[in-house]
Nanobody, 115 residues
Framework: QVQLVESGGCLVQPGGSLRLSCAAS????????MTWARQAPGKGLECVSS???????HYADSMKGRFTISRDNAKNTVYRQIDSLKPEDTALYYC?????????WGQGTQVTVSS
């Protein structure tokens, strides 16, 4: 019943910005922490940012200033804004329910950063 559907992934140029969205259903979104993670080709899963139900946030130190997570409880949607995109940001980006302990994963949306 729980579904997490990511959207917004595309091919972008270095230095550009991108907004990813995750539409959630099947659980009480407003009571749940949400996380954005990513997996680059040939690399492991990296958790980038999380947001709790009280809107407090956590970012990986290396991502602060470039990655912004936010949520809209009225729309059951969590967002990720990525600024100053770099080629190494190329990855499959996942929306997930949970903070430190992930309970459900979306299918991911592909972000490719290339000239």
């Amino acid at each position: 019943q729980v579904q997490l559907v990511e959207s917004g992934g595309c091919l972008v140029q270095p230095g550009g910005s991108l907004r990813l969205s995750c539409a959630a259903s099947g659980f009480t979104f407003s009571d749940s922490a949400m996380t954005w993670a990513r997996q680059a080709p040939g690399k492991g899963l990296e958790c980038v940012s999380s947001i709790r139900k009280d809107d407090s946030t956590h970012y990986a130190d290396s991502m602060k200033g470039r990655f912004t997570i936010s949520r809209d409880n009225a729309k059951n949607t969590v967002y990720r804004q990525i600024d100053s995109l770099k080629p190494e940001d190329t990855a499959l980006y996942y929306c997930a329910m949970g903070g430190q302990f992930i309970q459900y994963w979306g299918q991911g949306t592909q972000v490719t950063v290339s000239s």
